[in-house]
């Protein structure tokens, strides 16, 4: 495979390795340190991509397991999801700004609060787009795992933001 292979079918990946690495992970660097070194095993590994049934999941599948042979290691500082990942809107009504941070800032705290084969699963479905048959083979589950702890972490989720309106508007 070539340099503009690489370029078109693999480069395009990185941010989604990044935040499935940094959903992992808990650290930008470590995150960026995975990515990064997943894309060195595939430039390597350049001549055996036709053999993979799915590329992205390979990416995917690598990615993971650096994550776990690095959280095997110990960690000497964690950086917080806030303070490495800053919300951006183009909206122009303050308002509007305040409510889509405080929105994420709830959203992320509902994902932390779920167990992590949960928060892997919804992260992978809901925000990389991953089918149930990817997610099953990036997370080595089976199809019914995938689509028990999916159901539960939207049920959690659902609940948590309920109970937290529920509070909201009782301080009203």
Avoid: T
């Avoid at 095997?72 to 950086?79: E, I, M």
């Avoid at 994420?104 to 509902?110: D, M, P, Y």
């Avoid at 990389?128 to 589950?141: H, K, N, P, Q, R």
């Amino acid at each position: 495979m070539s340099l503009e292979a690489f370029q078109q079918r693999i480069l395009p990946m990185k941010d989604k390795l990044f935040r499935f690495a940094f959903r992992l992970l808990q650290n930008a660097q470590e995150a960026e340190d995975v990515v990064q070194d997943v894309m060195v095993r595939l430039w390597v590994k350049r001549d055996e991509w036709g053999q993979w049934q799915s590329l992205e999941g390979y990416c995917m599948i690598a990615a993971r397991n650096a994550c776990l042979d690095r959280k095997r290691r110990p960690r000497p500082v964690s950086v917080r999801e806030e303070s490495a990942a800053h919300l951006q809107s183009n909206d122009k009504d303050p308002y509007e700004k305040i409510m889509n941070k405080e929105a994420g800032i709830r959203i992320r705290q509902c994902m932390e609060a779920l167990p992590e084969n949960q928060r892997l699963v919804i992260q992978l479905r809901e925000i990389e787009g991953f089918s149930y048959a990817e997610i099953s083979e990036v997370l080595d589950m089976s199809m019914e795992q995938v689509k028990v702890n999916l159901f539960r972490a939207r049920n959690a989720m659902k609940n948590s933001i309920i109970k937290g309106e529920a509070i909201w508007n009782s301080k009203k």
